[in-house]
Protein backbone atom coordinates (compact mmCIF):
# COMPACT_ATOMS: atom_id res chain seq x y z
CA UNK A 1 0.00 0.00 0.00
CA UNK A 2 2.48 2.43 0.76
CA UNK A 3 4.51 1.62 -2.62
CA UNK A 4 1.53 2.33 -4.22
CA UNK A 5 0.97 5.94 -2.49
CA UNK A 6 4.82 6.83 -3.17
CA UNK A 7 4.25 5.90 -7.10
CA UNK A 8 1.08 7.97 -7.06
CA UNK A 9 2.69 10.93 -5.52
CA UNK A 10 6.02 10.63 -7.62
CA UNK A 11 4.20 10.58 -10.52
CA UNK A 12 1.56 13.80 -9.26
CA UNK A 13 5.34 15.49 -8.96
CA UNK A 14 5.99 14.59 -12.00
CA UNK A 15 3.39 15.91 -13.56
CA UNK A 16 3.26 19.09 -11.38
CA UNK A 17 6.62 19.40 -13.38
CA UNK A 18 5.71 19.07 -16.60
CA UNK A 19 2.86 21.09 -16.56
CA UNK A 20 5.40 23.82 -15.08
CA UNK A 21 7.85 23.20 -17.89
CA UNK A 22 5.46 22.82 -20.28
CA UNK A 23 4.09 26.47 -19.82
CA UNK A 24 2.64 27.92 -23.04
CA UNK A 25 1.85 31.13 -24.30
CA UNK A 26 -0.20 33.44 -22.64
CA UNK A 27 -3.24 34.54 -24.42
CA UNK A 28 -3.44 38.18 -25.59
CA UNK A 29 -4.46 40.45 -23.45
CA UNK A 30 -7.63 42.74 -24.00
CA UNK A 31 -8.67 45.90 -23.09
CA UNK A 32 -11.75 45.86 -20.19
CA UNK A 33 -12.95 49.26 -20.53
CA UNK A 34 -11.48 51.44 -23.24
CA UNK A 35 -12.19 50.20 -26.86
CA UNK A 36 -11.46 51.84 -29.74
CA UNK A 37 -14.82 53.93 -29.81
CA UNK A 38 -14.35 54.60 -25.71
CA UNK A 39 -10.63 55.97 -26.81
CA UNK A 40 -11.70 58.12 -29.25
CA UNK A 41 -13.64 59.87 -26.80
CA UNK A 42 -11.57 60.02 -24.09
CA UNK A 43 -8.50 61.45 -26.42
CA UNK A 44 -11.05 65.01 -26.98
CA UNK A 45 -10.33 65.88 -23.30
CA UNK A 46 -8.02 68.73 -22.36
CA UNK A 47 -4.29 67.28 -21.04
CA UNK A 48 -5.10 67.74 -17.24
CA UNK A 49 -8.46 65.54 -17.90
CA UNK A 50 -6.84 63.01 -19.96
CA UNK A 51 -4.00 62.93 -17.68
CA UNK A 52 -6.74 61.94 -14.80
CA UNK A 53 -8.00 59.35 -16.94
CA UNK A 54 -4.43 57.79 -17.51
CA UNK A 55 -3.81 58.23 -13.62
CA UNK A 56 -7.27 56.32 -12.87
CA UNK A 57 -6.18 53.52 -15.10
CA UNK A 58 -2.77 53.20 -14.23
CA UNK A 59 -4.06 52.73 -10.23
CA UNK A 60 -6.05 49.98 -11.07
CA UNK A 61 -2.62 48.69 -12.98
CA UNK A 62 -1.11 48.55 -9.65
CA UNK A 63 -4.27 46.83 -8.27
CA UNK A 64 -6.12 49.79 -6.85
CA UNK A 65 -9.33 51.73 -7.40
CA UNK A 66 -9.82 53.52 -10.10
CA UNK A 67 -10.81 56.63 -7.84
CA UNK A 68 -11.29 57.50 -3.99
CA UNK A 69 -13.58 54.67 -2.34
CA UNK A 70 -13.89 53.24 -5.96
CA UNK A 71 -15.97 56.11 -7.44
CA UNK A 72 -19.20 54.60 -5.90
CA UNK A 73 -19.44 56.79 -2.46
CA UNK A 74 -17.91 54.91 1.20
CA UNK A 75 -20.72 53.01 1.96
CA UNK A 76 -20.49 50.99 -1.23
CA UNK A 77 -19.25 47.52 -1.49
CA UNK A 78 -15.34 47.14 -2.93
CA UNK A 79 -13.43 43.75 -4.03
CA UNK A 80 -10.21 43.37 -4.15
CA UNK A 81 -8.29 43.62 -7.54
CA UNK A 82 -7.62 40.24 -9.53
CA UNK A 83 -5.20 39.19 -12.29
CA UNK A 84 -7.59 39.53 -14.81
CA UNK A 85 -8.60 43.08 -13.35
CA UNK A 86 -4.88 44.09 -13.78
CA UNK A 87 -4.46 42.36 -16.95
CA UNK A 88 -7.31 44.37 -18.33
CA UNK A 89 -6.57 47.77 -17.18
CA UNK A 90 -2.82 47.39 -18.46
CA UNK A 91 -4.51 46.96 -22.03
CA UNK A 92 -7.00 49.75 -21.43
CA UNK A 93 -3.39 51.90 -20.85
CA UNK A 94 -1.93 50.73 -23.38
CA UNK A 95 -4.33 51.05 -25.71
CA UNK A 96 -4.31 55.00 -23.98
CA UNK A 97 -0.37 55.02 -25.16
CA UNK A 98 -1.27 54.15 -28.57
CA UNK A 99 -3.88 56.64 -28.82
CA UNK A 100 -2.15 59.64 -27.42
CA UNK A 101 1.40 58.67 -28.01
CA UNK A 102 4.32 56.93 -26.27
CA UNK A 103 6.20 60.33 -25.52
CA UNK A 104 3.25 61.88 -24.14
CA UNK A 105 1.82 59.37 -21.92
CA UNK A 106 5.03 57.38 -20.94
CA UNK A 107 7.65 60.38 -20.24
CA UNK A 108 5.45 63.26 -20.27
CA UNK A 109 2.66 62.40 -17.63
CA UNK A 110 5.26 60.06 -15.50
CA UNK A 111 4.10 56.49 -16.17
CA UNK A 112 7.10 55.37 -17.12
CA UNK A 113 8.90 56.48 -13.69
CA UNK A 114 6.49 55.13 -11.39
CA UNK A 115 7.13 51.86 -13.21
CA UNK A 116 10.72 52.26 -12.34
CA UNK A 117 10.25 52.53 -9.29
CA UNK A 118 8.14 49.81 -8.23
CA UNK A 119 10.11 47.76 -10.43
CA UNK A 120 13.62 48.88 -9.80
CA UNK A 121 13.50 50.99 -6.46
CA UNK A 122 17.33 50.99 -6.08
CA UNK A 123 17.92 51.46 -9.51
CA UNK A 124 18.60 49.00 -12.60
CA UNK A 125 22.39 48.76 -11.64
CA UNK A 126 21.72 46.30 -8.81
CA UNK A 127 19.51 44.15 -10.29
CA UNK A 128 21.13 40.49 -10.51
CA UNK A 129 22.79 41.10 -7.16
CA UNK A 130 23.49 39.02 -3.90
CA UNK A 131 24.72 40.25 -0.62
CA UNK A 132 27.15 37.97 -0.25
CA UNK A 133 27.98 35.62 -3.00
CA UNK A 134 29.91 35.83 -6.69
CA UNK A 135 27.48 39.17 -7.63
CA UNK A 136 27.51 41.30 -4.90
CA UNK A 137 25.63 44.42 -5.60
CA UNK A 138 24.37 43.41 -9.23
CA UNK A 139 26.46 43.50 -11.80
CA UNK A 140 24.14 45.58 -14.22
CA UNK A 141 26.05 48.23 -13.25
CA UNK A 142 28.51 47.87 -15.57
CA UNK A 143 26.16 48.01 -18.67
CA UNK A 144 24.43 50.65 -16.99
CA UNK A 145 24.81 53.12 -19.81
CA UNK A 146 23.58 50.79 -22.22
CA UNK A 147 20.74 48.84 -20.43
CA UNK A 148 19.82 51.82 -18.19
CA UNK A 149 16.70 54.23 -18.56
CA UNK A 150 19.05 56.66 -17.92
CA UNK A 151 20.21 56.83 -20.99
CA UNK A 152 17.03 57.38 -22.80
CA UNK A 153 16.40 60.93 -20.30
CA UNK A 154 13.39 58.93 -18.71
CA UNK A 155 14.83 58.56 -14.97
CA UNK A 156 17.05 60.61 -12.76
CA UNK A 157 20.64 59.21 -12.58
CA UNK A 158 21.16 60.56 -8.95
CA UNK A 159 18.65 58.32 -7.77
CA UNK A 160 20.08 54.91 -8.95
CA UNK A 161 22.09 53.75 -6.01
CA UNK A 162 24.43 51.24 -7.63
CA UNK A 163 25.81 50.12 -4.44
CA UNK A 164 22.68 48.28 -2.97
CA UNK A 165 21.93 44.89 -3.17
CA UNK A 166 18.99 42.91 -4.44
CA UNK A 167 18.36 39.27 -3.88
CA UNK A 168 15.14 37.63 -3.77
CA UNK A 169 11.54 38.89 -2.71
CA UNK A 170 11.65 37.80 0.68
CA UNK A 171 15.07 39.39 1.12
CA UNK A 172 14.87 42.23 -0.93
CA UNK A 173 13.67 45.75 0.07
CA UNK A 174 10.88 46.39 -2.73
CA UNK A 175 8.42 48.38 -1.02
CA UNK A 176 5.63 48.00 -3.61
CA UNK A 177 3.26 44.90 -2.91
CA UNK A 178 3.26 42.01 -5.81
CA UNK A 179 0.05 42.93 -7.07
CA UNK A 180 1.81 46.50 -8.05
CA UNK A 181 5.08 44.92 -9.79
CA UNK A 182 2.65 42.15 -11.34
CA UNK A 183 0.54 44.93 -13.18
CA UNK A 184 3.72 47.12 -14.06
CA UNK A 185 4.71 43.38 -15.97
CA UNK A 186 1.22 43.58 -17.35
CA UNK A 187 1.44 47.23 -18.67
CA UNK A 188 4.61 46.59 -20.13
CA UNK A 189 3.34 43.42 -21.78
CA UNK A 190 0.42 45.06 -23.40
CA UNK A 191 2.69 47.94 -24.46
CA UNK A 192 4.50 45.07 -26.75
CA UNK A 193 1.25 43.42 -27.96
CA UNK A 194 -0.85 46.84 -28.47
CA UNK A 195 1.95 49.68 -29.04
CA UNK A 196 3.95 47.84 -30.76
CA UNK A 197 7.56 48.45 -32.55
CA UNK A 198 7.16 52.24 -31.32
CA UNK A 199 7.20 51.05 -27.49
CA UNK A 200 10.55 49.58 -28.33
CA UNK A 201 13.34 51.94 -27.05
CA UNK A 202 10.92 51.96 -23.69
CA UNK A 203 10.57 48.32 -23.18
CA UNK A 204 13.70 46.61 -24.39
CA UNK A 205 15.57 47.92 -21.59
CA UNK A 206 13.63 46.79 -18.79
CA UNK A 207 14.48 43.74 -19.52
CA UNK A 208 17.03 43.42 -16.75
CA UNK A 209 13.91 44.23 -14.60
CA UNK A 210 11.84 41.77 -16.16
CA UNK A 211 14.17 38.86 -15.45
CA UNK A 212 14.81 40.10 -12.18
CA UNK A 213 11.16 40.01 -10.90
CA UNK A 214 11.27 35.83 -12.18
CA UNK A 215 12.76 35.37 -9.01
CA UNK A 216 9.62 36.52 -6.60
CA UNK A 217 8.30 34.61 -4.10
CA UNK A 218 4.54 35.30 -6.01
CA UNK A 219 3.49 33.04 -8.60
CA UNK A 220 1.51 35.25 -10.42
CA UNK A 221 4.81 38.02 -10.62
CA UNK A 222 6.89 35.45 -12.18
CA UNK A 223 4.34 33.85 -14.53
CA UNK A 224 4.08 37.31 -15.52
CA UNK A 225 7.57 38.05 -15.59
CA UNK A 226 8.26 35.32 -17.53
CA UNK A 227 5.50 36.53 -20.47
CA UNK A 228 6.58 40.04 -20.09
CA UNK A 229 9.96 38.80 -20.93
CA UNK A 230 9.29 36.39 -24.02
CA UNK A 231 7.11 39.78 -25.34
CA UNK A 232 10.49 41.63 -24.87
CA UNK A 233 12.68 39.66 -26.40
CA UNK A 234 10.10 39.04 -29.64
CA UNK A 235 9.75 42.77 -29.88
CA UNK A 236 13.57 43.62 -30.05
CA UNK A 237 15.43 44.10 -33.52
CA UNK A 238 18.58 42.52 -34.55
CA UNK A 239 20.26 45.95 -33.79
CA UNK A 240 19.57 45.70 -30.03
CA UNK A 241 20.64 41.83 -29.60
CA UNK A 242 24.76 42.50 -29.34
CA UNK A 243 24.98 45.39 -27.29
CA UNK A 244 21.58 45.15 -25.05
CA UNK A 245 19.84 41.80 -25.43
CA UNK A 246 23.19 39.38 -24.92
CA UNK A 247 24.58 41.28 -22.28
CA UNK A 248 21.68 41.39 -20.21
CA UNK A 249 21.09 37.49 -20.52
CA UNK A 250 24.65 37.43 -19.76
CA UNK A 251 24.68 38.90 -16.72
CA UNK A 252 21.67 37.32 -15.75
CA UNK A 253 23.27 34.39 -15.58
CA UNK A 254 25.05 35.35 -12.58
CA UNK A 255 21.81 36.30 -10.14
CA UNK A 256 21.49 33.50 -7.05
CA UNK A 257 18.64 32.66 -8.06
CA UNK A 258 17.89 29.46 -10.53
CA UNK A 259 15.00 30.52 -11.97
CA UNK A 260 16.40 33.87 -13.21
CA UNK A 261 18.73 31.67 -14.92
CA UNK A 262 16.66 28.84 -16.80
CA UNK A 263 14.60 32.01 -17.88
CA UNK A 264 17.94 33.70 -18.88
CA UNK A 265 18.72 30.67 -20.95
CA UNK A 266 15.37 30.36 -22.70
CA UNK A 267 15.19 33.09 -23.85
CA UNK A 268 18.94 32.94 -25.16
CA UNK A 269 17.21 30.16 -27.33
CA UNK A 270 14.79 32.40 -28.50
CA UNK A 271 16.70 35.10 -29.81
CA UNK A 272 19.27 32.64 -31.45
CA UNK A 273 15.93 31.52 -33.39
CA UNK A 274 14.52 34.84 -34.01
CA UNK A 275 17.96 36.34 -34.90
CA UNK A 276 20.15 34.08 -36.20
CA UNK A 277 22.67 35.93 -37.79
CA UNK A 278 23.45 37.99 -34.94
CA UNK A 279 23.50 35.24 -32.86
CA UNK A 280 25.96 33.36 -34.81
CA UNK A 281 28.57 35.94 -34.71
CA UNK A 282 28.51 36.31 -31.31
CA UNK A 283 28.90 32.28 -30.36
CA UNK A 284 32.58 33.12 -29.05
CA UNK A 285 31.33 35.33 -26.55
CA UNK A 286 28.35 32.81 -25.95
CA UNK A 287 29.76 28.46 -25.64
CA UNK A 288 32.23 29.24 -22.72
CA UNK A 289 29.33 31.86 -21.14
CA UNK A 290 26.80 28.69 -21.56
CA UNK A 291 28.76 25.90 -21.16
CA UNK A 292 29.62 27.12 -17.43
CA UNK A 293 25.67 26.93 -16.32
CA UNK A 294 25.73 22.83 -17.90
CA UNK A 295 27.41 22.04 -14.54
CA UNK A 296 24.87 23.83 -12.59
CA UNK A 297 23.53 21.85 -9.27
CA UNK A 298 19.84 22.64 -10.25
CA UNK A 299 18.55 20.09 -12.99
CA UNK A 300 16.08 22.82 -15.01
CA UNK A 301 19.45 25.19 -15.23
CA UNK A 302 21.46 22.23 -17.03
CA UNK A 303 18.48 21.30 -19.17
CA UNK A 304 17.95 24.86 -20.22
CA UNK A 305 21.79 25.67 -20.90
CA UNK A 306 21.96 22.21 -22.71
CA UNK A 307 18.62 23.43 -25.42
CA UNK A 308 20.20 26.97 -25.22
CA UNK A 309 24.03 26.05 -26.13
CA UNK A 310 22.02 23.73 -28.93
CA UNK A 311 20.01 26.40 -30.41
CA UNK A 312 22.70 28.46 -30.42
CA UNK A 313 25.59 26.39 -31.89
CA UNK A 314 22.79 25.96 -35.00
CA UNK A 315 22.91 28.89 -35.92
CA UNK A 316 26.12 28.97 -37.66
CA UNK A 317 26.24 29.45 -41.31
CA UNK A 318 29.16 26.15 -42.18
CA UNK A 319 27.06 23.62 -43.95
CA UNK A 320 30.31 21.09 -43.48
CA UNK A 321 29.97 21.23 -40.13
CA UNK A 322 25.84 21.38 -39.53
CA UNK A 323 25.48 17.64 -39.27
CA UNK A 324 28.17 17.04 -36.12
CA UNK A 325 26.78 20.02 -34.24
CA UNK A 326 24.26 17.96 -32.12
CA UNK A 327 27.20 15.63 -31.60
CA UNK A 328 29.34 18.20 -30.66
CA UNK A 329 27.10 19.82 -28.31
CA UNK A 330 26.46 16.21 -26.20
CA UNK A 331 30.69 16.24 -25.83
CA UNK A 332 30.46 19.65 -24.83
CA UNK A 333 28.21 18.75 -22.30
CA UNK A 334 29.09 15.30 -21.58
CA UNK A 335 32.71 14.71 -21.72
CA UNK A 336 32.39 11.01 -21.88
CA UNK A 337 30.77 11.69 -25.79
CA UNK A 338 33.78 13.32 -27.08
CA UNK A 339 35.35 10.19 -28.97
CA UNK A 340 31.48 10.38 -30.59
CA UNK A 341 31.91 14.08 -31.31
CA UNK A 342 35.59 13.57 -32.86
CA UNK A 343 34.54 11.01 -35.37
CA UNK A 344 31.69 12.72 -36.45
CA UNK A 345 33.93 15.65 -37.44
CA UNK A 346 36.70 13.16 -38.43
CA UNK A 347 34.20 11.87 -41.40
CA UNK A 348 33.31 15.86 -41.98
CA UNK A 349 34.93 17.37 -45.58
CA UNK A 350 35.60 21.10 -45.03
CA UNK A 351 35.06 22.79 -48.37
CA UNK A 352 33.30 26.31 -46.94
CA UNK A 353 35.47 28.84 -45.04
CA UNK A 354 35.74 28.43 -40.96
CA UNK A 355 35.61 31.11 -39.31
CA UNK A 356 35.54 32.50 -35.65
CA UNK A 357 32.08 30.72 -34.82
CA UNK A 358 32.58 27.56 -36.01
CA UNK A 359 36.30 27.41 -34.21
CA UNK A 360 34.27 28.61 -30.71
CA UNK A 361 32.19 25.46 -31.26
CA UNK A 362 34.74 22.88 -32.61
CA UNK A 363 37.78 23.72 -30.62
CA UNK A 364 36.92 22.94 -26.99
CA UNK A 365 35.76 19.20 -28.15
CA UNK A 366 39.48 19.22 -29.93
CA UNK A 367 41.37 20.32 -27.10
CA UNK A 368 40.08 17.66 -24.87
CA UNK A 369 40.09 15.04 -27.29
CA UNK A 370 43.99 15.68 -27.81
CA UNK A 371 44.02 15.19 -24.36
CA UNK A 372 42.57 11.36 -24.55
CA UNK A 373 44.28 8.65 -23.66
CA UNK A 374 43.88 7.01 -26.63
CA UNK A 375 46.29 7.93 -29.16
CA UNK A 376 44.38 7.17 -32.19
CA UNK A 377 42.25 9.83 -30.98
CA UNK A 378 44.43 12.38 -30.79
CA UNK A 379 45.59 11.50 -34.38
CA UNK A 380 41.56 12.09 -35.12
CA UNK A 381 41.85 15.25 -33.67
CA UNK A 382 45.26 16.10 -35.12
CA UNK A 383 43.32 15.23 -39.01
CA UNK A 384 40.07 17.30 -38.11
CA UNK A 385 42.61 20.50 -37.25
CA UNK A 386 44.61 19.97 -40.08
CA UNK A 387 41.61 20.06 -42.60
CA UNK A 388 39.71 22.83 -40.75
CA UNK A 389 43.12 25.22 -40.39
CA UNK A 390 43.59 25.56 -44.10
CA UNK A 391 40.43 26.89 -44.90
CA UNK A 392 40.40 29.16 -41.65
CA UNK A 393 39.11 33.09 -42.81
CA UNK A 394 41.44 34.89 -41.26
CA UNK A 395 44.15 35.44 -38.36
CA UNK A 396 42.06 37.19 -36.22
CA UNK A 397 39.64 34.73 -36.23
CA UNK A 398 41.62 31.57 -35.08
CA UNK A 399 44.31 33.75 -32.97
CA UNK A 400 41.80 33.67 -29.87
CA UNK A 401 41.93 29.29 -30.23
CA UNK A 402 45.89 28.81 -31.00
CA UNK A 403 47.19 28.79 -27.02
CA UNK A 404 43.78 26.09 -26.80
CA UNK A 405 45.22 24.27 -29.64
CA UNK A 406 48.84 24.71 -30.04
CA UNK A 407 50.51 23.59 -26.66
CA UNK A 408 48.65 20.61 -26.54
CA UNK A 409 49.79 19.63 -30.53
CA UNK A 410 53.06 19.99 -29.54
CA UNK A 411 52.70 17.90 -26.25
CA UNK A 412 51.50 15.30 -29.30
CA UNK A 413 54.34 15.74 -31.55
CA UNK A 414 56.74 15.54 -29.20
CA UNK A 415 55.51 12.72 -26.34
CA UNK A 416 53.39 10.40 -28.53
CA UNK A 417 55.41 6.88 -29.33
CA UNK A 418 53.96 5.98 -32.18
CA UNK A 419 55.43 8.06 -35.23
CA UNK A 420 52.15 8.41 -37.59
CA UNK A 421 50.19 10.29 -34.79
CA UNK A 422 53.55 12.60 -34.29
CA UNK A 423 53.69 13.05 -37.84
CA UNK A 424 50.23 13.99 -38.27
CA UNK A 425 50.68 15.82 -34.87
CA UNK A 426 53.25 17.94 -36.82
CA UNK A 427 51.19 18.40 -39.93
CA UNK A 428 48.35 19.84 -37.68
CA UNK A 429 50.54 22.00 -36.46
CA UNK A 430 52.09 23.28 -39.25
CA UNK A 431 48.99 24.16 -40.56
CA UNK A 432 47.57 25.91 -37.90
CA UNK A 433 50.52 28.11 -38.10
CA UNK A 434 49.98 29.30 -41.27
CA UNK A 435 46.38 30.20 -40.17
CA UNK A 436 47.97 31.65 -37.32
CA UNK A 437 49.80 33.79 -39.91
CA UNK A 438 53.01 32.98 -38.57
CA UNK A 439 55.93 31.83 -40.31
CA UNK A 440 57.07 28.67 -38.58
CA UNK A 441 55.73 26.68 -36.19
CA UNK A 442 58.66 27.34 -33.38
CA UNK A 443 57.38 31.36 -34.31
CA UNK A 444 53.60 30.55 -33.75
CA UNK A 445 54.95 28.97 -30.44
CA UNK A 446 57.26 31.20 -29.56
CA UNK A 447 54.50 34.03 -30.36
CA UNK A 448 51.69 32.09 -28.22
CA UNK A 449 54.63 31.33 -25.07
CA UNK A 450 54.89 35.21 -25.23
CA UNK A 451 51.24 35.74 -25.22
CA UNK A 452 50.40 33.64 -22.49
CA UNK A 453 53.43 34.81 -20.69
CA UNK A 454 52.38 38.70 -21.00
CA UNK A 455 48.41 37.50 -19.91
CA UNK A 456 50.02 35.18 -16.82
CA UNK A 457 52.32 38.64 -16.29
CA UNK A 458 49.33 40.98 -16.85
CA UNK A 459 47.34 39.06 -14.21
CA UNK A 460 49.84 38.60 -11.89
CA UNK A 461 50.12 42.15 -11.59
CA UNK A 462 46.26 42.58 -11.33
CA UNK A 463 46.80 40.41 -8.19
CA UNK A 464 50.13 42.03 -6.61
CA UNK A 465 47.40 45.44 -7.30
CA UNK A 466 44.55 44.00 -5.40
CA UNK A 467 46.95 42.54 -2.89
CA UNK A 468 48.33 45.94 -2.70
CA UNK A 469 44.90 47.46 -2.11
CA UNK A 470 43.76 45.15 0.29
CA UNK A 471 47.11 45.51 2.64
CA UNK A 472 46.42 49.32 2.03
CA UNK A 473 42.80 48.82 3.54
CA UNK A 474 44.11 46.56 6.25
CA UNK A 475 46.90 49.37 7.26
CA UNK A 476 44.84 52.17 7.04
CA UNK A 477 41.95 49.61 9.51
CA UNK A 478 44.58 49.49 12.01
CA UNK A 479 45.99 52.47 12.22
CA UNK A 480 41.70 53.83 12.93
CA UNK A 481 41.34 51.07 15.06
CA UNK A 482 44.93 52.33 16.95
CA UNK A 483 43.27 55.61 16.85
CA UNK A 484 39.97 54.69 18.24
CA UNK A 485 41.60 52.60 20.66
CA UNK A 486 43.96 55.50 21.80
CA UNK A 487 40.98 58.24 21.53
CA UNK A 488 38.77 55.21 23.83
CA UNK A 489 41.63 54.89 26.35
CA UNK A 490 41.58 59.08 26.77
CA UNK A 491 37.85 59.11 27.05
CA UNK A 492 38.12 56.16 29.82
CA UNK A 493 40.84 57.97 31.38
CA UNK A 494 38.74 61.39 31.32
CA UNK A 495 35.26 59.45 32.77
CA UNK A 496 37.55 58.07 35.59
CA UNK A 497 38.54 61.19 36.66
CA UNK A 498 35.73 63.28 36.53
CA UNK A 499 33.89 60.13 38.18
CA UNK A 500 36.78 60.64 40.92
CA UNK A 501 36.16 64.24 41.08
CA UNK A 502 32.20 63.95 41.24
CA UNK A 503 33.05 61.57 44.09
CA UNK A 504 34.78 64.11 45.74
CA UNK A 505 32.54 66.88 45.96
CA UNK A 506 30.11 64.32 47.14
CA UNK A 507 32.19 63.68 50.04
CA UNK A 508 32.91 66.78 50.49
CA UNK A 509 29.04 68.04 50.70
CA UNK A 510 28.27 64.73 53.09
CA UNK A 511 31.13 65.98 55.60
CA UNK A 512 29.65 69.33 55.59
CA UNK A 513 26.10 68.43 55.81
CA UNK A 514 27.15 66.24 58.87
CA UNK A 515 29.36 69.33 60.17
CA UNK A 516 25.84 71.49 59.76
CA UNK A 517 24.22 68.54 61.55
CA UNK A 518 26.89 68.40 64.27
CA UNK A 519 26.70 71.96 64.83
CA UNK A 520 22.96 72.46 65.34
CA UNK A 521 22.56 69.67 67.42
CA UNK A 522 24.81 71.23 69.87
CA UNK A 523 22.82 74.35 69.98
CA UNK A 524 19.31 74.55 72.06
CA UNK A 525 17.98 77.52 70.50
CA UNK A 526 17.24 77.27 66.87
CA UNK A 527 17.57 80.14 63.85
CA UNK A 528 14.39 82.50 65.48
CA UNK A 529 15.31 82.09 69.06
CA UNK A 530 12.71 79.62 70.36
CA UNK A 531 13.65 75.94 72.06
CA UNK A 532 14.67 73.06 69.77
CA UNK A 533 12.69 70.76 72.25
CA UNK A 534 9.18 72.80 73.13
CA UNK A 535 9.53 75.05 70.67
CA UNK A 536 8.90 77.99 72.85
CA UNK A 537 11.40 80.97 73.39
CA UNK A 538 11.28 80.57 77.33
CA UNK A 539 11.12 77.19 77.96
CA UNK A 540 8.92 75.20 81.09
CA UNK A 541 10.14 73.05 83.76
CA UNK A 542 9.11 70.09 81.75
CA UNK A 543 11.43 71.02 78.79
CA UNK A 544 15.08 69.21 78.92
CA UNK A 545 16.86 72.37 78.46
CA UNK A 546 15.16 74.14 81.21
CA UNK A 547 17.82 75.94 82.72
CA UNK A 548 15.89 77.80 85.98
CA UNK A 549 15.43 80.72 84.71
Request: charged share 30%; aromatic share 4%.
Amino acid sequence: MKKKVAVKAAAANTAVKTKEAKRGTAPPLKPKNFSSEKVAEVTNLSTDEFKNVVDDVFRQVLGGQPSLFGGKGIDAPRAASTSIDRQGAAADLAMLVKEKGTITVLKMFGVLQKLEQNLIPNGIGAVFGNEKGLNPGGGMKRITSKASLASIGSFETDNIDTASTIVSDSRRGKTSPPEAREGCLLFIRALVEIVGKSSEPFVVPLLAAALEECSSSSSSVREAAEDTTKSIISLSNEYAVAHLIFPVLFEALHSPEWRVKTIALQQMAETAVLHPRQTSRLLPKIIPVVTSQVWDTKPQVTKAAKDSLLACCQTNINPDVAPAIPAVVQAICKPNDTVRAIDELKATTFVATVDASTLSILCPVLSRGLKDKMAINKRSCCVVIENMSRLVETPDAVAPFGPLLVPELKKVAENVQFEEIRDAALAALGALTKALGHSSIDNAISAIMKEESDRIEAEQKRIEEERAAELAQEEEFRKREEEERRLWKEAMEAQRQLNALALKEEEEKKAEEKKKKELAMKGTKSAGGTCQACGLKKCKKSCMFYGGK
